[in-house]
């Protein structure tokens, strides 16, 4: 009988958010310890979805769960945070292993990770890590597709499975993957090598269906399918993140031959190294998009990327807002709008009622004014649902005290914790279905496709004002090493190899 501790300590890092990750903010959204990780998550296709579901099936593993922590993107973690966080994890460790010897360790982390101690967070949480369990004891890990991997993540881990694509809809294949290779090592089949390459380009926010990344993708795939090699694979490291270590890599993992693995790395690097200018964003002007939007036979989807949740923004951004309403636009419906004062007084007023709000617009000067005007109150709801698409599908997702607000042509659900529109849920469990309105405004940046792609072929991205572009060539970074792609040329890029 194996036993097996399984955890998550998961954070996506935006060092331009300067209001700092709090444990209140894990509270907010998850954070779930012990036997009450194993309710919450079975079934779920999340990661650790997938190591329970494969560990169970497996009948021959005892399952210890630690902690399961995931807050928001946001600022920095603060040390009080991952103290508590890490701690739970490193006391349940010690616990049962005094107990009885644990045989592995499988961990859902992100990679993105920037907290007080370390701009290498998952570095920092496994180096601590280590020194409990010593070289040997396995422990592998899922990534986020945009961690930002280390030559320290990759030395102190037995394998790394990062998501392969944007949106991240392979969460729990990853899952499945880890669980079974930790299955595999300790019956003695697998003997993991692992290399990485590093890149000196920060990848744009685009999806992976897009060429050549696409083409290289499944390349990649076929590459894994040796039985030699385990994992080939692209990691795009968080635009957000303005730390020394950020940048692209690609990773392999081969069996028990590190030569094959790096042979592999440099492959792949040279692909996306000729290939540097194709790695560029798209993006529509925004009275160009509301236009064409509203010309538009069916439902159009405007993303307001600059003012993603998920990638550590308010969410509270109204500018797009401003440009449909300039424009006259008609049935449009709004997932969402962070501003808890407003779904508040709309708790309080109560369905039927109208009020008057100055609504987002709170969290900046750069995110553009309020919406100030009457609003009826539609419906409130206590925020909860479940994910339905194609991405976290299971997944809960709290959204605290929620308001459904009209007011002319619009329909705004108004949040009072972030997140960002995964799915069609953020409206439908709220009473608001899609498919009755000509537009949709969804904060999110990439994500929201794999759902939002099945309702419509319409899809728009504007980058509106906030704290950061969606334009990486316009982020102020002051911390990331230069040179880079694309903050300088391609071919500076190329002639340093």
């Not at 006391?91 to 009885?100: I, N, R, S, V």
């Amino acid at each position: 009988m194996y036993r097996i501790l399984i955890g998550q300590f998961k954070h996506e890092t935006n060092t331009f958010n300067e209001k700092v990750t709090t444990l209140d903010d894990y509270r907010r959204r998850n954070l779930t310890e012990g036997e009450a990780l194993m309710t919450r998550n079975r079934g779920s296709e999340s990661e650790l979805g997938a190591f329970i579901e494969i560990f169970e099936k497996r009948g021959d593993v005892e399952i210890i769960p630690s902690i399961d922590a995931d807050a928001i993107p946001a600022g920095t973690v603060t040390k009080e945070t991952y103290d508590y966080i890490a701690g739970k994890l490193f006391d349940t460790y010690k616990k049962e292993e005094a107990k009885k010897h644990i045989d592995g360790i499988c961990l859902a982390l992100h990679g993105a990770q920037v907290n007080g101690y370390s701009e290498d967070g998952e570095g920092y949480l496994l180096a601590a890590l280590r020194k409990l369990t010593g070289p040997d004891l396995p422990i592998v890990i899922t990534l986020d597709f945009h961690a930002n991997m280390t030559k320290e993540m990759v030395e102190l881990t037995t394998a790394m499975f990062p998501a392969r694509y944007y949106p991240h809809t392979d969460f729990y294949d990853r899952g499945k993957d880890a669980a079974n290779m930790i299955l595999a090592v300790l019956d003695g089949k697998a003997h993991p090598t692992a290399a990485f390459k590093q890149l000196r380009m920060i990848y744009p926010h685009i999806p992976t269906a897009f060429e050549p990344i696409n083409g290289m993708i499944n390349s990649m795939i076929c590459e894994a399918a040796a039985e030699d090699v385990y994992f080939v694979g692209f990691d795009a490291g968080f635009t957000r993140s303005d730390i020394s270590i950020q940048g692209s890599c690609v990773y392999a993992i081969t069996e028990n031959n590190t030569e094959k693995a790096e042979q592999l790395c440099a492959k792949y690097y040279d692909f996306i190294l000729k290939n540097l200018e194709a790695f560029e964003i798209q993006i529509t002007d925004a009275d160009e998009a509301v236009e064409e939007a509203m010309k538009h036979e069916g439902l159009s989807i405007i993303a307001d990327a600059a003012d993603n949740p998920g990638s550590g923004l308010y969410g509270d951004a109204t500018e797009i807002l401003h440009v449909l309403m300039r424009h006259g636009a008609k049935k449009v419906a709004v997932s969402t709008i962070w501003d808890p004062g407003t779904a508040e007084a709309a708790w309080e007023a109560g369905p039927g009622k109208t009020i008057h709000v100055r609504l987002g617009g709170k969290s900046s000067d750069k995110v553009g004014s309020p919406v100030e005007t009457d609003a009826y109150v539609r419906a409130v709801t206590d925020g909860n649902y479940i994910i339905k698409g194609p991405m976290k599908k299971g997944v809960q997702v709290p959204t605290g005290k929620t308001a459904v607000l009209t007011f002319g042509e619009f329909t705004v659900v108004v949040i009072s914790n972030k997140t960002q529109s995964f799915d069609m849920e953020s409206l439908r469990a709220n009473g608001v279905e899609p498919l009755d309105y000509d537009i949709c405004v969804v904060k999110s940046a990439i994500h929201y496709r794999a759902a939002w792609s099945q309702v419509s072929d319409h899809l728009l991205t504007v980058d509106m004002p906030n704290i950061t572009s969606f334009d990486e060539k316009k982020v102020p970074y002051k911390n990331v090493k230069r040179p880079i792609f694309p903050l300088d040329s391609a071919d500076v890029i190329r002639s340093l190899g």
